[in-house]
């Protein structure tokens, strides 16, 4: 329940910059209602998993690291809009400014700041998934546990960044999106196959010797 409750706090907190971004509007009406809203769904939602786990053990280890997807993909999304928020006082660079061309790719301001933010993430994603997700003691560390879960997040990570700046940059935005609305949509589709992959490579590479109780 403490994992549960924490969890919601931090995604409630985590949700406000992204909407702030996402959605102006949406956020200056209904702001004081996130962090309510995720500490109660969030726990409730646990809560069902782990009874339909108590027949499926997997459905209460899926709830888990859905919990745990969805903080990490806030903690994604929200350092993101920081640095979309922070970087043109701060760097005096725009979003969209090219730093290398290599042929037909270029590295864009936007590829960095992603690769910051998926960074931050990825370091949350490996305490909560180990002490909690998959019920390991922080304890229970090895060099080749390190390896893997380098192994294991770096192809995420190329997953995540890559998809995300290529719908950023080749993809033209939906009508009526700004340039950091759009790329909080890249953000999204890049996260999806993240995440598929995170799951599958932790459960049956990094933490393959855990036994779910």
């Not at 409630?12 to 971004?21: C, E, I, K, Y």
């Not at 993101?80 to 061309?101: D, K, R, S, Y």
């Not at 560390?141 to 990570?157: D, H, I, P, R, W």
Request: proline share 3%; net charge positive.
């Amino acid at each position: 329940m403490f994992f549960g409750i924490s969890a919601g706090l931090l995604i409630g907190l985590l949700a406000l910059p992204v909407l702030r971004t996402a959605k102006p509007a949406l956020h200056a009406q209904y702001w004081w209602a996130i962090v309510p809203l995720f500490l109660i769904a969030t726990p409730l939602g646990l809560y069902i998993a782990y009874l339909i786990g108590r027949k499926i053990s997997v459905v209460w280890q899926i709830g888990k690291f859905g919990v745990i997807g969805v903080l990490n993909t806030l903690v994604d999304w929200g350092v993101l809009a920081v640095l979309f928020a922070v970087g043109p006082c701060w760097f005096g660079v725009g979003t969209e400014q090219a730093l290398v061309a290599m042929g037909a790719a270029t590295i864009t301001v936007y590829t960095i700041y992603k690769a910051i933010s998926f960074i931050i993430a990825n370091i949350n994603s490996y305490y909560w998934n180990k002490s909690w997700t998959f019920a390991r003691s922080l304890a229970q560390k090895t060099k080749a546990e390190f390896l893997q879960f380098f192994a294991v997040s770096l192809v995420g990570f190329l997953l995540n960044v890559g998809i995300a700046s290529y719908v950023f940059k080749a993809i033209d935005p939906v009508t009526n999106m700004n340039v950091d609305q759009w790329g909080l949509v890249g953000a999204a589709i890049g996260s999806i196959v993240g995440l598929a992959w995170n799951f599958l490579g932790y459960k049956f590479i990094v933490f393959k010797e855990t036994i779910v109780a």
